[in-house]
């Protein structure tokens, strides 16, 4: 025994031998010539001069008890292999008496080399010698192994996989690996690209567990779908799901749950009264590319409920927190809070607990720590419904994370990470009223310094004029973090330029901006189209324009797509607010940078800013582009293609990128697409911008059919740039073929429906039966919508509204026939009040007669009040009074969120208030000439008023605002809203 470990010990002469031996009996047995090419330098200087016989290699110890090399053969590490390779890359290279060498290396005889290299495969490893392979290290083994959950997702055989998301290939799987824990040139957990074989799967699943039996299941379901045969337990599965609480009935509702492909259906797991499936459950329903709303609101109140008995462990949390925010962000960003306030709580817990018993080490407060402001980046990014409005959700959420922080012992600090999240999210927040008084002191030259209105005024200097993003910023200069490119260019957005220059604070969501950009050269122009965008009017703007091209700075096309916002930007003229109106309403008038419009030219020569060449036309623009050898892509492509004036130029500029998005706008334009899997490379955002600049040039000629046309690429090539309505039939089939789940794209057509019906009625068309088939169209348009488990948005749902009623308006007038005006009254009412229910109601349970009180209650969805506006005039032309009570209860019960709404937007108080007054009009029948002494019944009427008048700041509206709604001129008149009420 000493003998041997004296072999074996670091430093002896021979472990060497010993080590590289069977490092090459496992490199000939997989790659021959890469032993011959590799390890023949090596061995010469070092190997050589000693001789061994083959009785010791095969008698030494075996190969498992000494180190083996690190790495994979493809890419050996750097050391004695790495260096031999160095020498010699091909066979061809090495010398004539290479085997004659590893003969006397090895102590082989007239065998040869091939001889001898299987005589030690079966010595070492039996008769078996296709075990003798490269064995990897535990850490490459580790990394290389995939999660349960992953096997699981492995398991499904059928379109169900594309169900859920899964990373590329060439992405680190974050679910499962820890990026702080990776040190450079570490292994990383790499996502699988192919389906792996039963086989492998099944060795792959190591003892039986709850996931190994699912995982079996699920193979053997999809695999043989039509089978009747279902697949058996064995008796230690039955043992251990017993011992579970299971059967194999549960493991039959779990594969349901993860393959069926309407999300609602199979949320329905997680309603109360069904067993509790096992948490992993949960995570891998988290993990589907899209939820619906319902079923994200009947998920939350499942991990509500189960959070009260079963207590989260830190990495489920943390997996289960970022797959809410990624769904909620999409359809739900009310919910925002509620899942940051559950990861506050959570998080206290853990880490009182682990502090109290001990276990809280520096690695888990590093972690929770670096997770933290993590996740409060993560709150920052821009949602998909309402940006700008759902900032207030993603600010209060980022404060229950601060809150958690803070209340941490010894706190748990702040990185540039954190700091930088909630500036950002500041930056999309209206101005104070504090801020809104430094902005109105801005002088009308350029730059816009501050000119004193009193003497009050003097001592107002930076640290007044300060934003709350900019304080944030001097935050985090106090705690140690030096600024960067991404500071400054939050600073122009903020209110200040790079020189301490002032510019105007702009109101913005920071599109195409991320904390983790590195790059200076993308930095510096998203710089300078800060400074284009930060200004008030297009002459500023393009001020700002010439200065980045008469600077070193290289063209760039963020400043350029700054410039064309600024140019399609409607230009309002400068007017003083009427003092009378704001008292009475208690409304501010926008000021630059809290709306897209752009002023008009100050009257005064004196301040105006200096143009070393005139403005240039949007054609202009797009050409001074190309000919800086610019070509625009992403969302920059989208906007030109919406917004470009001429039909031509467009063409022209869908025509330099037709390659762009792996050929998905040459399927555009040629119309040779079959189906959504002919454009997988083509954003949903881009196919919107396709569509509504197919809108904007095609004009209705008949109504939609139901059944699109096929597309022909010789037809389509003809009439594409020829017929108008051919471009809206285009648009149709686009929807119905490419069925894009970015909801846009199929409002940009809603739109074009909505809008065609007018101008139809203002050329003088009668009523015939093409009005009502856009009425149908919309619905049919939601339907299938809701086909690919797609929810309606707030835009939507105030076109369906407003089409909705402009057929009852026709119906009640006698412009449609007996069976439309029929099918119109008998569909109209239920399907407004199940499109609402269904924008409003996910944060209820339908099957809840009684509604519980919850320690964390949902928040509701709450539609815009043009919305509500909408929605409650065409409940009142349908003459659906049940419906409007129904309104009137849901608005009394969410009355604080719906007074928040309202006050989130520009005029939202006063579409509000108009909302109200329309609603007594329409139970008091006289919301229509059609509709006059026909309202509802006394004792209803009685119901919707004590509704409202329980509500403190609504009320009643008075008789003199509805006589001023029904003549259209309360909106002229300001809507004096809830003040003058009393």
């Not at 009996?25 to 090596?42: G, Q």
């Not at 016989?53 to 890419?75: D, F, Q």
Request: one cysteine or more; hydrophobic letters at 35%; glycine letters at 6%.
């Amino acid at each position: 025994m000493p003998l041997i470990l004296s072999l074996a010990a670091p430093g002896s002469p021979y472990r060497f031998l010993r080590h590289n031996a069977h490092t090459l009996l496992r490199l000939h047995l997989h790659r021959p010539a890469l032993i011959a090419t590799s390890c023949l330098p090596h061995f010469r200087s070092r190997c050589a001069p000693r001789t061994h016989s083959k009785s010791y290699l095969t008698t030494s110890p075996s190969l498992h008890s000494v180190p083996r090399l690190r790495g994979s053969i493809e890419s050996p590490p750097a050391g004695p292999l790495g260096f031999c390779r160095r020498h010699y890359s091909s066979a061809e290279e090495l010398p004539e008496d290479a085997t004659d060498i590893f003969a006397s290396i090895l102590g082989v005889g007239d065998g040869g080399v091939d001889d001898t290299f299987r005589e030690l495969a079966e010595t070492e490893y039996g008769n078996d010698i296709s075990s003798a392979r490269p064995q990897a290290s535990r850490a490459s083994r580790k990394a290389q192994r995939q999660s349960q959950p992953a096997l699981i997702l492995e398991s499904i055989h059928s379109e169900a996989r594309a169900l859920y998301y899964e990373p590329p290939p060439e992405k680190t799987d974050l679910s499962y690996t820890n990026p702080r824990r990776r040190k450079p040139g570490g292994l990383l957990r790499r996502s699988r690209v192919s389906l792996p074989t039963d086989e492998m799967l099944a060795r792959r699943e190591g003892p039986i567990s709850l996931y190994s039996i699912l995982a079996r299941h699920i193979r053997a379901v999809t695999l043989a779908p039509e089978a009747e045969i279902e697949p058996e337990l064995t008796s230690q599965e039955e043992a251990l799901l017993k011992s579970k609480g299971y059967s194999l009935r549960s493991v039959e509702q779990w594969t349901t749950l993860l393959l069926d492909s309407k999300s609602l259906v199979a949320a329905d797991m997680f309603k109360p009264g069904n067993p509790t499936p096992p948490f992993f459950l949960v995570l891998l329903f988290l993990r589907r590319k899209h939820i619906r709303t319902f079923a994200l609101g009947i998920t939350m109140r499942h991990i509500a409920n189960r959070l009260q008995a079963e207590p989260l462990h830190w990495p489920s949390l943390k997996l289960l927190v970022v797959r809410l925010l990624r769904h909620a962000r999409t359809v739900w960003p009310e919910s925002i809070p509620w899942i940051a306030s559950l990861f506050s709580s959570e998080a206290l817990r853990i880490y009182e607990e682990g502090k109290k018993e001990g276990r809280l080490t520096q690695r888990k407060v590093s972690d929770l720590t670096h997770f933290s402001n993590t996740f409060l980046s993560l709150l920052s990014l821009p949602t998909s419904l309402d940006p700008v409005i759902s900032s207030l959700h993603q600010e209060k959420a980022q404060f229950h994370v601060l809150a958690f922080m803070a209340s941490c012992e010894p706190p748990l600090l702040v990185t540039k990470t954190g700091f930088r999240s909630t500036a950002r999210n500041q930056l999309a927040h209206a101005k104070t009223a504090q801020e809104r008084e430094w902005a109105e002191l801005k002088g009308p030259s350029w730059p816009p310094w501050k000119e004193n209105r009193n003497a009050m005024d003097e001592d107002k200097d930076y640290d007044f004029g300060a934003s709350r993003a900019s304080r944030i910023l001097h935050r985090m200069f106090e705690a140690g973090y030096g600024p960067g490119i991404w500071e400054e260019v939050a600073e122009s957005y903020a209110g200040w330029d790079t020189d301490q220059s002032p510019t105007i604070q702009t109101r913005t969501s920071l599109p195409a901006f991320s904390t983790q950009y590195k790059h200076r050269d993308h930095l510096d122009g998203l710089l300078w189209a800060a400074r284009v965008r930060a200004t008030r009017t297009r002459r500023e703007a393009w001020a700002c324009f010439l200065a980045h091209e008469t600077s070193d700075a290289p063209a760039h096309l963020e400043v350029y797509h700054a410039m064309f916002e600024k140019l399609h930007s409607y230009e309002i003229p400068e007017q003083e607010p009427d003092a009378s109106e704001l008292f009475e309403t208690n409304e501010q008038q926008p000021l630059p940078g809290d709306m897209k419009e752009v002023l008009s030219d100050p009257k005064s020569p004196l301040h105006l800013v200096h143009l070393s060449e005139p403005m240039p036309t949007y054609e202009q623009l797009y050409h001074r582009m190309v000919g800086k050898g610019l070509r625009p892509y992403g969302r920059f492509l989208a906007f030109l293609v919406e917004t470009v004036p001429d039909f031509s130029t467009v063409l022209s500029v869908l025509e330099s990128s037709k390659d762009d998005f792996d050929g998905g706008v040459r399927h555009l334009l040629e119309g040779t697409f079959s189906d959504e899997a002919s454009m997988p490379q083509l954003p949903g955002y881009f196919l919107a911008s396709f569509i509504r600049f197919l809108c904007r040039f095609g004009r209705f000629s008949q109504p939609p059919s139901a059944t699109p046309i096929p597309i022909s690429p010789g037809e389509h090539n003809l009439r594409f740039k020829m017929d108008q309505s051919y471009l809206l039939e285009y648009a149709y089939a686009l929807l119905f073929q490419a069925r894009p789940r970015y909801r846009p794209a199929w409002t940009a057509y809603m739109q074009k429906l909505h809008f065609g019906s007018f101008i139809m009625r203002a050329r003088g068309h009668r009523r015939t039966r093409q009005m009502t088939s856009k009425y149908a169209t919309m619905f049919y348009l939601l339907e299938k919508m809701d086909d690919i488990e797609l929810d309606p948005d707030d835009a939507q749902f105030l076109l369906a509204c407003n089409i909705a009623r402009y057929e009852a308006q026709s119906a009640f007038r006698g412009s449609l026939d007996i069976e439309e005006t029929r099918y119109l009254l008998s569909t109209g009412p239920r399907s407004l009040r199940t499109l609402f229910h269904t924008l409003v109601g996910a944060n209820t349970d339908p099957n809840d007669p009684i509604p519980r009180k919850e320690t964390k209650p949902l928040p509701p969805h709450i539609p815009g009040p043009a919305q509500l506006h909408a929605y409650v005039r065409a409940l009142g032309l349908f003459r659906d009074y049940e419906g409007l009570f129904s309104f009137a209860t849901w608005a009394k019960t969410y009355h604080a969120e719906v007074n928040a709404r309202a006050h989130a937007q520009r005029g939202g108080r006063k579409i509000l208030y108009r909302t109200f007054v329309a609603l007594r009009a329409a139970i008091e029948g006289v919301l229509d000439k059609e509709q006059q002494g026909q309202g509802a019944t006394t004792e209803l009427a009685e119901l919707i008023k004590a509704q409202l008048e329980s509500v403190k700041e609504w009320g009643w509206p008075p008789d003199h605002h509805l006589d001023m709604y029904l003549k259209g001129k309360l909106r002229h008149a300001g809507g004096k809203g809830f003040a003058s009420r009393r």
